[in-house]
């Protein structure tokens, strides 16, 4: 049971645009949701978490979008590098269950000159 | 600091031999985890802690078990290794409290084949 579906698969970008990656979460007491971004060969480490009490959070070129109406949630890149190339993957939690991460399935991203 | 490390990197068993994948962390977190990935399928949490000798299946705990005797080790073993036991195993540690806000540090994986 997947519990938070994420898309796309993969995306290719050139350097300079923006790219989006789309979450939805089914379990409504979800109430922390990260984004970890992997490099080939490397464990994810995170990038950037939001909480529903905010509709936006921004961190450098990184901005995460909050739905918490339609229980949705993406991650935006603005100014897309050659190095943000790599996998990126949305998480869910709920407070006090030590923290469980629900994955989603990875967006492979890929930032063309 | 060296952060949470993992051995080994690499490793082929055979169908039916039994390992141990070897987790530590120089932290001092408390919460620790053991995680599978699969291509296409994300990471799936296999058992976590929340301290020493306190261990919980997560959502994949079949064929595998943990023990947690120190805050920095969290073994993860296998006891009859299986083909979909083939994957990248990663463990994480966090400094858990009652808010739960906080962020899990991945060590850089074992990826294991079973044939």
């Known amino acids: 049971q997947q519990q938070v579906k994420q898309s796309p698969q993969s995306l290719i970008v050139q350097k300079g645009g923006i790219p989006i990656i789309n979450c939805a979460y089914e379990n409504t007491a979800f109430d922390y949701f990260p984004w970890y971004q992997q490099f080939p060969g490397k464990g994810p480490a995170l990038l950037i978490a939001?909480?529903?009490?905010?509709s936006e959070k921004k961190e450098g070129r990184f901005t995460i979008s909050f739905n918490k109406s339609a229980k949705q949630f993406s991650l935006h890149i603005m100014d897309s590098q050659p190095g943000d190339s790599a996998t990126y993957f949305c998480?869910?939690?709920?407070?006090?269950?030590?923290?469980?991460?629900?994955f989603g399935t990875g967006t492979r991203l890929q930032v063309t000159l | 600091n060296a952060g949470v490390t993992q051995t080994p990197k690499f490793r082929i068993l055979k169908i039916g031999q039994s390992m141990t994948l070897q987790c530590t962390q120089d932290?001092?977190?408390?919460?620790m985890y053991w995680y599978r990935q699969d291509p296409g399928m994300g990471l799936k949490l296999i058992y976590y802690s929340v301290g020493a000798g306190i261990t919980d299946k997560g959502e994949v705990p079949n064929g595998y078990n943990v023990s947690r005797s120190t805050t920095e080790d969290f073994p993860l073993r296998l006891e009859l290794a299986a083909p979909s036991q083939t994957s990248v195993y990663f463990c994480a540690s966090m400094n858990g409290g009652e808010r739960d806000y906080n962020e899990q540090f991945f060590g850089p994986g074992t990826r294991l084949t079973v044939l």
């Open positions: 939001i909480r529903p009490d905010v």
């Open positions: 998480a869910a939690s709920v407070a006090g269950t030590a923290s469980k991460l629900t």
């Open positions: 932290m001092n977190h408390n919460y």
